[in-house]
């Protein structure tokens, strides 16, 4: 094996983010959700499917004080069908587990400061549960609260943080940029990385919107891939996604969202145990879709 203990070390101090945060009036996070997303490889028999489920609970433990625990499932399949020099079935079924702890408190009246800490399996699981199976992922981020919390406010809510984020397949600290503001009362944006939107609202029931944002996967490779001169220890990929999206609210909690568009940017490759590439599967653009519930508060 090339490095695993390096990986190890490396990804157990990243930042992650992936908390979900509450304001003054009303917990902003999805509690629930189930989402299907297919990606056809463009100009190839490859693609891929990812299957997700999530749960999230908030726990008030004070004045402006939460805990916020959840678990998420989700289960990748990699068809490669063009040919490869190594076996396929490797990746066949990739899953990965997530559990989270978050907690956050108001420090300010007008700062709120959040943390959260994500221990993660995410591999192939061909030989049962082993060390480098596990990530350990945390975040911090700090919200600045809108004094008016009308639409008409000149003020927006901004959002700023670091995160290590292993969804995106980039397994580096990233910055994690949000401002969102009502500027009309069928209009929103939210201008930021990893996602950037523009929504308008039909009405009380239906929602469109336009965006870009970050998404991917990552696991690790129990059985390395032997290549030529290289091993491959873990699998990545990291899609910019741009396209519109829909939705339809059922109730104040409850809606179902469809999204579709095109790549910017498709990268799956194996990587090393120091995390270089060292075979890249695809790397062509193509469009995509993704649709779900979710239940929030």
């Known amino acids: 094996m090339i490095n695993k203990h390096k990986k190890w070390q490396g990804m157990a101090c990243m930042l992650f983010f992936c908390f979900c945060f509450i304001n003054t009036h009303a917990q902003l996070t999805d509690l629930a959700r189930v989402e299907y997303t297919y990606f056809p490889q463009a100009s190839s028999e490859n693609s891929f499917k990812r299957s997700r489920a999530l749960f999230n609970y908030p726990w008030k433990v004070g004045e402006d004080k939460y805990l916020v625990t959840g678990v998420e499932y989700a289960n990748v399949n990699m068809e490669l069908k063009d040919g490869f020099p190594f076996a396929v079935n490797e990746f066949d079924r990739l899953q990965s587990f997530q559990f989270s702890l978050g907690y956050t408190f108001k420090f300010s009246e007008k700062w709120r400061f959040g943390a959260v800490v994500n221990p993660q399996l995410a591999s192939n699981f061909q030989n049962g549960i082993i060390g480098d199976d596990f990530l350990l992922n945390a975040s911090i981020y700090f919200i600045k609260e809108r004094d008016d919390k009308s639409r008409d406010s000149e003020d927006g809510r901004l959002i700023l943080g670091i995160q290590y984020n292993t969804v995106s397949g980039v397994p580096a600290p990233l910055p994690y940029v949000n401002y969102h503001k009502d500027f009309h009362e069928n209009w929103a944006y939210t ?107």
């Open 191 to 297: 201008l930021g990385v990893p996602k950037t939107n523009l929504k308008y609202k039909i009405d009380e029931n239906n929602i469109l919107q336009a965006f870009v944002t970050l998404d991917g996967y990552y696991a690790n490779i129990q059985d390395n891939v032997m290549l030529e001169d290289e091993t491959a220890e873990s699998i990545s990929m990291t899609t910019v996604l741009s396209g519109l999206g829909y939705e339809r609210f059922f109730n104040d909690h409850l809606l179902f969202y469809f999204y579709s568009g095109y790549t910017l940017m498709n990268n799956i490759r194996l990587r090393n145990g120091d995390m270089e590439d060292v075979y890249t599967i695809n790397d062509t653009n193509s469009m995509y879709i993704r649709g779900g519930l979710k239940f929030k508060m």
